[in-house]
């Protein structure tokens, strides 16, 4: 079971990112996918969250309105359109998956969670 977040990189504040998860090993479609972020010196945050059932999506306040999560089962990947960003968005971004359905906030329920990438976002 595989999960590998790319698409990460540096961009200006009020610019626009669109990282990917892909995942291998296991059926993408029966999984609800997380994005979580953790930044230097913070805690992990869960941001967003798309079920396996109906694709309904969830997010983090501090993002919500400025982020979207959508999937394409077809190429087993979840994408994070990230637009409007600010420094404080600045994190390695990971993707994490559970059977079934899940929000943002239950983080600790996601396994396995995969290798990230890094959003730098400069003032």
């Known amino acids: 079971v595989q999960l590998q977040a790319s698409g990460g990189g540096l961009v200006q504040a009020g610019e626009s990112l669109r990282p990917s998860c892909a995942a291998s090993?296991?059926?993408?479609?029966?999984?609800?996918i997380l994005w979580f972020r953790q930044a230097p010196g913070k805690e992990r945050e869960g941001v967003a969250c798309?079920?396996?059932?109906?694709?309904?999506?969830d997010y983090a306040d501090s993002v919500k309105g400025r982020f979207t999560i959508s999937r394409d089962n077809a190429k087993n990947t979840v994408y994070l359109q990230m637009t409007m960003l600010q420094s404080d968005d600045t994190a390695v971004y990971h993707c994490?998956?559970?059977?079934?359905?899940?929000?943002?906030?239950?983080?600790?329920?996601?396994?396995?969670w995969g290798q990230g990438t890094l959003v730098t976002v400069s003032s």
């Open positions: 798309i079920s396996s059932v109906d694709g309904s999506t």
């Open positions: 994490a998956a559970k059977y079934g359905s899940g929000s943002y906030t239950s983080l600790d329920s996601f396994r396995p």
């Open positions: 090993g296991f059926v993408f479609d029966a999984y609800a």
